[in-house]
């Protein structure tokens, strides 16, 4: 089923991090990407629009609620790839996983998803079944409070 355009809380479904990590936009930046301690800020709320359908699926673009910027990645090193926000939408898979969880690919590779890290940090990694660290929960929120 696909995913409503809206506002939403992203959480993951860790526990091994602590409890209530949502996705979050450093304040200190304005471009890390982190899973953070939920404080109902504008930095963790996330508006969500479905782009286009492609063979693999629904494509949505995902913006942050405080700065207006998209989720992007980089580099981080030659062997890790980052989460940052840039001005440009990029496009994402949400793959639904049943009980309102699901994991967030990258447009056409499907086994490329967001993980939040140990250190607080998300990345993109593979596909790891069983990784809790691998899958989110969308909260929506009404409209009015982004």
Same mark, same amino acid.
């Given at each position: ?27 200190? =930046? ?9 404080? =109902? ?6 508006? &969500? ?8 699926? =629904? ?21 890790? &790839? ?5 001005? %440009?939408?990029?496009?994402?898979? &949400? ?6 969880? %699901?994991?967030?690919?990258? %447009?056409? %590779? ?13 990345? &993109? ?22």
């Amino acid at each position: 089923m696909a995913l409503a355009n809206g506002v939403y809380i992203v959480r993951n479904t860790t526990k091994a991090y602590g409890v209530n990590k949502v996705l979050d936009i450093s304040t200190g =930046d304005g471009t890390t990407i982190l899973g953070y301690n939920e404080h =109902d800020g504008p930095n963790q709320q996330w508006y &969500i629009f479905k782009e286009d359908t492609s063979t693999q699926g =629904d494509l949505y673009s995902i913006r942050d609620g405080y700065y207006g910027r998209f989720l992007s990645y980089s580099l981080a090193s030659s062997t890790v &790839i980052g989460m940052t926000a840039c001005m %440009a939408p990029l496009r994402w898979h &949400i793959v639904q996983l049943g009980n309102g969880l %699901a994991r967030i690919a990258v %447009a056409g %590779a499907p086994t490329l998803v967001f993980e939040l890290g140990s250190t607080g940090l998300v990345y &993109i990694n593979p596909v790891s079944e069983g990784n809790a660290a691998q899958v989110w929960k969308f909260q929506s929120l009404p409209c009015s409070r982004m």
